[in-house]
């Protein structure tokens, strides 16, 4: 069974950082892209960022472009989002998905506020 | 980046009756499109993929079609657990873009 657990959720000032980890099991790992989407409180899904799986390439949203950067630690099982520059609109909940997105996690809250 | 214009952005519809959902793209993404299901407070569950292929376990009465621009999610004979709200998803281009939404409620 597919599984992703994400942590690293937290409130933070803004300007602050904070770096989310994406736990993946049941697949192989290696051979998958992972994603990042978030959703805003009663907003709709907004795609944020990706990673091929050997982590050679990484795809970003205009919106997190420059301040946001993924990685994956294949020995580890494991994605990061290291956020940095944090604003409110980047308060959401976020997910992290399996290639197609035909897989997620539960997803970990992010607030920014002080 | 792609833009995807989901419409409309809400309905409402009865138990029994077909609706569609469409979505267009600002430019050609052949069929890479997928359609998700989200119910308040759960994670989005894939339906569609690849613009009309069914994903493993979904019912057959959602469907999928369009290439190119034009795509649309078709729900024959709406169930109570419908009721939701959907996503059409463009994987052609980095980065991913979904579209608004389109809440189904209950009429």
């Known amino acids: 069974e597919v599984q992703l657990v994400e942590s690293g959720g937290d409130l933070v000032q803004p300007g602050g950082s904070l770096r989310l980890s994406c736990a993946a099991s049941?697949?192989?790992?290696?051979?998958?892209?992972i994603h990042w989407v978030r959703q805003a409180p009663g907003k709709g899904l907004e795609y944020v960022s990706g990673?091929?799986?050997?982590?050679?390439?990484?795809y970003y949203a205009d919106s997190v472009k420059g301040r946001f950067t993924i990685s994956r630690d294949n020995s580890k099982n494991t994605v990061y989002l290291q956020m940095g520059s944090l604003r409110g609109d980047d308060m959401a909940l976020y997910s992290c998905?399996?290639?197609?997105?035909?897989?997620w996690g539960q997803g970990t809250t992010v607030t920014v506020s002080s | 980046d792609i833009q995807m214009t989901q419409s409309p952005s809400a309905m409402s519809a009865s138990v029994g009756d077909r609706v569609t959902i469409t979505c267009r793209a600002s430019?050609?993404?052949?069929?890479?499109l997928a359609w998700f299901q989200q119910h308040p407070g759960k994670v989005p569950k894939r339906l569609i993929y690849?613009?009309?292929s069914l994903q493993s376990g979904a019912p057959s009465r959602f469907s999928g079609s369009g290439s190119g621009t034009e795509f649309s999610l078709t729900i024959n004979g709406l169930q109570p657990e419908d009721f939701a709200t959907y996503y059409c998803?463009?994987?052609?281009?980095?980065?991913?873009?979904f579209g608004q939404g389109t809440k189904l409620e209950i009429k």
């Open positions: 998905a399996r290639g197609g997105l035909d897989g």
């Open positions: 049941g697949f192989t790992f290696s051979s998958f892209a």
């Open positions: 990673i091929s799986s050997n982590g050679g390439s990484t």
């Open positions: 430019q050609g993404i052949s069929n890479s």
């Open positions: 690849a613009a009309s």
């Open positions: 998803l463009q994987q052609n281009n980095y980065p991913y873009t």
